[in-house]
């Protein structure tokens, strides 16, 4: 299961491995507290992107269409994630103060949509 979490909220068992997949380090956060598998900044959308969506629910949709596109050109970003999620929970964490569609959303739908996503977890979704 992929599973989205923000970065300020406590570490729980059931999260399985942790990745923060935000390209800046998240403020007032120290490394230890996060108990993170990785920081895999090359999965986050880039500067450009990020500043253009803001955060405004109208891009949405075109938001997920450019950072589609951008993880398709970039597999290597994203590869490790899908092999840890083949062998079980992982979640994506996240700094945004928007909960429901900010870029480890959209990850996590790329993710589970993917077809080698779907490959490497031998088609378990």
């Known amino acids: ?13 059931r999260d399985g ?3 923060l997949v935000d390209r800046l ?3 007032g956060i120290k490394k230890e ?8 900044k090359d999965a986050a959308p880039g ?3 990020r500043h253009w969506y803001a955060h405004d629910p ?5 938001f997920c269409r450019r950072y589609f596109a951008y993880l398709d050109a970039n597999p290597g970003s994203w590869q490790d994630l899908a092999e840890a999620a083949a062998q079980g929970d992982i979640t994506l964490l996240f700094s945004s103060k928007e909960l429901k569609l900010n870029n480890a959303a959209a990850l996590k ?11 490497v977890s031998g088609g378990r979704k």
């Open 25 to 27: 380090w998240p403020r």
């Open 47 to 49: 500067n450009d992107l």
């Open 17 to 19: 491995q942790r990745f």
């Open 109 to 119: 739908l790329y993710l589970e949509a993917h077809p080698m996503r779907r490959k």
């Open 58 to 62: 109208a891009k949405w949709d075109e």
């Open 1 to 13: 299961m992929i599973q989205i979490k923000r970065v300020y909220e406590p570490v729980a068992p």
């Open 33 to 40: 507290k996060l108990a993170l598998t990785a920081w895999l």
